[in-house]
């Protein structure tokens, strides 16, 4: 089965850029979007189509995607950007599946 | 403003049975594609069904196939999940998730908790 690789925690002071990647083989040929869920809340969508941004996500928000490598780049986080992560993309192989990375935890401190 | 609402969520027994619903509000229900993310307790999300807008197309991961099945009513702007033969490996907390075709998964659900336990 399809599946997208994620690490699982990454740490930055406030003010720093936080990179977090996620892998997959058919990220060449898919989407990724990215998902910000804070703590007892539903996810949130923070980037679609590897590089668009949601109206009202901050501009520090950015996303990247280049061969099996998609990333979401914080510039500057905030204390506020404390969550969980999600990556998201699609199965290439025609069977419509729909996979979620395992997730990481950003700490802003 | 769009609203997912979801409900019929609780405690069921190992082998039961459970039917959620979703109500949508703030959009057009029949224009867009509807899916079914889990989140077991301390874990990720996982994807677990989808349904084309017409209701004529769906999907559904390994871990549910046989067991869940999705459908929906345009009509009465609901989305609906029948769980059968429900495990303990199936407690999360089910979100409804609205598809846009280049969004994505553009709004959720606060969520519903579905407890297996005897």
């Known amino acids: 089965s399809y599946e997208l690789t994620q690490p699982p925690s990454v740490s930055v002071s406030p003010g720093q850029t936080a990179r977090i990647t996620c892998s997959g083989d058919?990220?060449?040929?898919?989407?990724a979007y990215w998902y910000q869920q804070k703590s007892g809340q539903a996810p949130v969508l923070v980037i679609y189509e590897d590089t668009k941004r949601p109206s009202g996500i901050p501009e520090r928000f950015s996303g990247s995607s280049s061969g099996t490598m998609a990333t979401l780049t914080i510039s500057g986080a905030q204390v506020e950007d404390e969550a969980d992560y999600y990556c998201y993309s699609t199965d290439s192989s025609g069977n419509h599946r729909r996979v979620f990375g395992g997730g990481t935890k950003l700490t802003v401190l | 403003e769009v609203q997912l609402v979801e409900s019929g969520g609780g405690l069921v027994q190992p082998g039961g049975s459970l039917r959620l619903s979703c109500a949508a509000s703030g959009f057009t229900l029949s224009s867009y594609e509807m899916n079914w993310v889990r989140q077991a307790p301390g874990k990720g999300l996982e994807w677990i069904s989808y349904i084309s807008s017409s209701g004529s197309t769906i999907y559904y991961a390994d871990s549910v196939k046989g067991r869940f099945s999705i459908s929906r009513d345009n009509a009465k702007k609901s989305l609906y999940l029948q769980m059968n033969s429900l495990r303990a490996e199936d407690t999360a907390v089910y979100y409804c998730?609205?598809?846009?075709?280049?969004?994505?998964?553009?709004?959720w659900g606060q969520g519903t908790l579905v407890t297996v336990s005897s």
């Open positions: 998730v609205r598809e846009a075709k280049a969004e994505g998964f553009d709004y």
């Open positions: 058919a990220l060449p040929k898919k989407y």
